[in-house]
């Protein structure tokens, strides 16, 4: 590779004919360029220790300035230059191939020029029969200044790599930080999760809990029923009698007040309207007779018509001042409802209906709440029973 070159004699287009020259052919000054815009140093490399048959302990320029030393002339590495350059560039020589005038070969490579294209087309075109010096000239000024302008082009995208790589870093970090970030909290909301999981499988077992003594009182409750029969009678009765000493008491308490006053009741009071006679109907005897509404003023003469058959009073306002929860035990405890439609709610009008209806109590409804009114309707009782 180190061996002086031979003189380089030029051949003419007129000798040449038809005939692509050979790398060996080419003038010197095109080697170089030649060899370093048409093969890569990797590849040079391989095809230099090939051909020597030895590895080379030369530097990537050491190695460029052997091999286009050894283009001057025909050798064996230099034919393996001419193998390699034509099988790399097949398509562009076969594109220059069709040129066949001088004028067609320069503007093939100043296309190529302007394409950025000229490896290929540079080597297509020095090899061409129709090259002469003068345009093998042009295109090695050509191809020197392509390189200067790949050199600063070069070195500005290696400025524009450095800044990449900048902001690639940084954006790494930034990356990194993000994931640092999302980590910690999905471990956060995991923590959460667990805990809620945690709580509600307490508040699960909690309310089994209360279901169980739920259905434990239940089953108490009914097992208390069951050992306590008719309940439900005894807590009207019980009612009933809250009722009967309820009035009792209010009796005992007009006694005395009537004992204590010296002046008769008819100065102090008008005396109540005297209930009219009313026959004895025998089968109102010890029946249990409820008044539902009415005057307040003529509840006495209620109670001593229906007393005077034999019957026990009792009596409910229809939702004015009594509450409901009495009338219902008022009702249960009743053979027969005189209803006073003209002095009751509505809430009771319907509640004593719907008992009634239910129960199959007898029940008698009266628009006038006087006193001939309550003597007709026992007389018509009596009648139908």
Same mark, same amino acid.
């Given at each position: 590779?180190?061996?002086k ?24 000054t ?11 140093l ?22 460029h ?9 025909r ?16 398509a562009?020589v ?6 066949r ?8 490579w100043k296309?190529?020029?302007g ?19 003068e ?7 050509d191809?020197?200044m ?10 500005v ?5 450095n ?19 999302? /980590?910690? +909290?999905? $471990?956060?909301? #995991?923590?959460? &999760? !667990? ?6 499988? =307490?508040?699960? @077992?909690?309310a089994?809990?209360?279901?169980t ?12 029923r ?12 019980? /009612?009933r +009698?809250? $009722?009967?000493e #309820?009035?009792? &008491? !209010? ?6 007040? =009537?004992?204590? @006053?010296?002046?008769?009741?008819s ?33 006495p003469v209620y ?11 009792a009596?409910?306002?229809g ?26 709610s ?27 009114s ?12």
């Open positions: 590779m180190c061996d070159p031979a003189p380089f004699v030029p051949t003419s287009t007129a000798t040449q004919g038809s005939r692509r020259r050979r790398l060996w052919e080419l003038s010197p095109c080697h170089c360029p030649l060899i370093g815009v048409g093969l890569s990797q590849g040079l490399r391989k095809l230099a220790e090939k051909s020597i048959g030895n590895e080379l302990g030369l530097d990537d320029y050491e190695l300035v052997g091999v286009v030393n050894e283009c001057a002339a050798k064996t590495l230099s034919e393996a230059l001419q193998k390699e350059l034509e099988r790399r560039y097949v562009e076969a594109r220059f191939h069709k040129a005038t001088t004028a067609e070969v320069e503007a093939l296309a190529a020029v394409a950025g294209n000229v490896a290929g087309a540079y080597w297509a075109g020095l090899t061409h029969p129709r090259c002469t010096p345009l093998e000239e042009q295109m090695t000024r191809i020197h392509v390189q200067h302008q790949a050199g600063a082009g070069a070195r995208d290696l400025d524009k790599y800044t990449l790589l900048a902001a690639h870093a940084r954006l790494e970090r930034d990356l990194l930080k993000m994931q640092e970030r999302c /980590n910690a +909290l999905v $471990q956060d909301k #995991a923590a959460a &999760a !667990r805990e809620h999981e945690t709580a509600l499988m =307490s508040l699960r @077992a909690l089994i809990g209360k279901d003594e739920l259905g434990q009182a239940r089953a108490e409750l009914a097992a208390l069951a050992t306590v029969p008719e309940l439900e009678t005894r807590k009207r009765l019980a /009612n +009698l809250a $009722q009967v #309820a009035r009792e &008491a !209010r009796l005992r308490a007009q006694l005395a007040a =009537s004992k204590e @006053a010296p002046a008769p009741a100065a102090l009071q008008p005396a109540p309207t005297p209930a009219p006679p009313v026959a004895q109907p025998v089968r109102l005897v010890n029946r249990s007779i409820l008044c539902v509404g009415g005057r307040s003023g003529n509840v109670r001593s018509m229906i007393e005077q058959v034999g019957a026990q009073f009596h409910h306002d939702g004015l001042e009594d509450s409901s929860g009495l009338l219902d035990a008022s009702l249960a405890a009743a053979d027969l409802v005189i209803c006073q439609t003209g002095c009751i509505h809430g009771a009008y319907w509640r004593v209906k719907d008992h009634c209806k239910r129960t199959g109590t007898q029940c008698v409804f009266v628009d006038n709440p006087s006193a001939s309550l003597a007709r309707t026992l007389r018509e009782v009596e009648t139908a029973l």
